[in-house]
């Protein structure tokens, strides 16, 4: 088993920073994909963005993330990030990070933290 479990959340203002960290407690989490995940009220779960399993793996992007959200890994300390830089109010969310084969949909991620609350005044 993994336990995931996010970290870095809060209250910013449009165009503000924040980074996200998804700590694995328990097992490693080196060997397998991690991946970050979103949900806005009365809105689905969407895909963020997800890197492969070792540190500098291949990543990838939600369009509506791309160029403002980085996503890496440190997998000696069993420990994922998502920068997130130029909020927009759009961002708001509950954020959740995951772990497992990776790829853009949640039914192929195990492992969930419980999520964190990010807001982006406007």
């Known amino acids: 088993q993994v336990q995931l479990v996010e970290s870095g959340g809060g209250l910013v203002q449009a165009g503000g920073s924040l980074r996200l960290s998804c700590a694995a407690l328990?097992?490693?989490?080196?060997?397998?994909?991690m991946g970050w995940f979103r949900q806005a009220p009365g809105k689905d779960r969407e895909f963020v963005a997800s890197?492969?399993?070792?540190?500098?793996?291949?990543?990838n992007y939600a369009d509506s993330v791309k160029g403002r959200f980085t996503i890496s890994r440190d997998n000696a300390k069993n420990t994922g990030f998502l920068q997130m830089n130029t909020l927009k109010p759009e961002d708001t969310a509950v954020y959740y990070c995951?772990?497992?084969?990776?790829?853009?949909?949640?039914?192929?991620?195990?492992?969930w933290g419980p999520g964190i609350q990010v807001t982006v005044s406007s």
């Open positions: 995951a772990a497992g084969i990776g790829g853009t949909t949640d039914r192929t991620y195990a492992y």
């Open positions: 328990g097992r490693t989490f080196t060997n397998y994909a």
């Open positions: 890197i492969r399993w070792r540190s500098g793996g291949t990543t």
